[in-house]
Nanobody
Framework: QVQLVESGGGLVQAGGSLRLSCAAS????????MGWYRQAPGQQRELVAT???????IYADGVKGRFTISIDNAKSTLYLQMNSLKPEDTAVYYC???????WGQGTQVTVSS
């Protein structure tokens, strides 16, 4: 079993930045694509960004050029750098190795206008 623990969420003004972290209890990144997802109130969970063990990344259209997903294998940690935040980025953000069925508990990001 693997535990994923997110941190780094909070309240920020529009245009600001946050960096989310996702610490894994053991390194699963080489064998599992990792992703950040988010769920806003009343909406379905959506994919924000993914990264494979080889470093290939995919971003949702709404975050391209603003968000960057990365991995530090030495620290068994997944990151999401979020810049130029907008109020519509407000959501609970989850990290996951979705194909393996591992999900974190989520961290709240609130962007004020």
């Amino acid at each position: 079993q693997v535990q994923l623990v997110e941190s780094g969420g909070g309240l920020v003004q529009a245009g600001g930045s946050l960096r989310l972290s996702c610490a894994a209890s053991r390194n699963i990144f080489e064998d599992n694509p990792m992703g950040w997802y988010r769920q806003a109130p009343g909406q379905q969970r959506e994919l924000v960004a993914t990264i494979t063990g080889s470093g290939r990344t995919i971003y949702a259209d709404g975050v391209k050029g603003r968000f960057t997903i990365s991995i530090d294998n030495a620290k068994s940690t997944l990151y999401l750098q979020m810049n130029s935040l907008k109020p519509e980025d407000t959501a609970v953000y989850y990290c996951a190795a979705a194909q393996a069925g591992y999900w974190g508990q989520g961290t709240q990001v609130t962007v004020s206008s």
